[in-house]
């Protein structure tokens, strides 16, 4: 089975801007989780989705936001860019989240300046 | 709120060494996740486990309950080994607006020929 898969893998952003991520889960895994990795924080949980639905929310402002489509894909949005955005952004596939393996993607780097 | 701590926070071992790292939390849990990463962010997911111990290969991880304890064991250390290790908690209220992981800071680990 091919693992999960992140696009893009590297992104420069200017503050202000917004910015689209892609996940796409491994076949079969309905629940795709987000993370922030920053030095200063080490890993954050974002949110997670199962079946089109966000099932649980990390402690972020409303600027982070994402969606699930009916093929299990996620992409996560980031509106009005700072400075402090910037980080490793990790996805993790489940097959149905919860007390259930999760299955990382390689992250896409996001630098705003 | 539950709360995860890690040690050391750095380790330097020589090749062949039995390294332990060590993972305590303040509440709960349903399940510990250890997580590896390497240099340039992949994270992959070692063990999960809710109670006993868990084996593969060179790697173990032990758990206590009782005593909100876990620790990964590493038996003859390679420098292949050489990775940030995280322990992660999934909390107990997985499945509400309350669910989260919550991560230590992470364990660097440098084996050296």
């Known amino acids: 089975k091919a693992g999960v898969t992140q696009t893009p893998r590297y992104l420069i952003k200017t503050r202000g801007q917004q910015v689209t991520l892609s996940c796409s889960p491994i076949s079969g895994h309905r629940s795709v989780s987000w993370y922030q990795q920053t030095p200063g924080q080490g890993l954050q949980f974002l949110f997670e989705?199962?079946?089109?639905?966000?099932?649980n929310k990390g402690n972020f402002p409303g600027r982070f936001s994402g969606r699930q489509f009916s093929n299990s894909r996620s992409e996560m949005n980031v509106s009005t860019l700072e400075l402090g955005d910037s980080a490793l952004y990790l996805c993790?596939?489940?097959?149905?989240?919860?007390?259930?393996?999760?299955?990382f993607g390689p992250g896409t780097r996001l630098t705003v300046t | 709120k539950n709360e995860v701590e890690q040690s050391p926070q750095n380790l330097t071992a020589q090749e062949g060494e039995f390294i332990t790292i060590n993972c305590s939390y303040s509440v709960g849990i349903s399940a510990l996740h250890w997580l590896q990463q390497h240099p340039g962010g992949g994270i992959v997911s070692l063990f999960m486990l809710s109670s006993g111990k868990k084996k593969h290969g060179r790697l173990i991880a032990t758990i206590n309950i009782q005593e909100k304890h876990s620790s990964l064991h590493i038996t003859a250390s390679h420098p292949r080994d050489s990775a940030v290790y995280i322990c992660a908690d999934l909390s107990r209220n997985y499945g509400g607006s309350q669910g989260n992981l919550i991560f230590g800071k992470g364990t660097k680990l440098s084996v050296k020929p």
């Open positions: 989705y199962f079946s089109e639905t966000q099932r």
């Open positions: 993790a596939s489940s097959l149905r989240g919860g007390p259930y393996e999760q299955y």
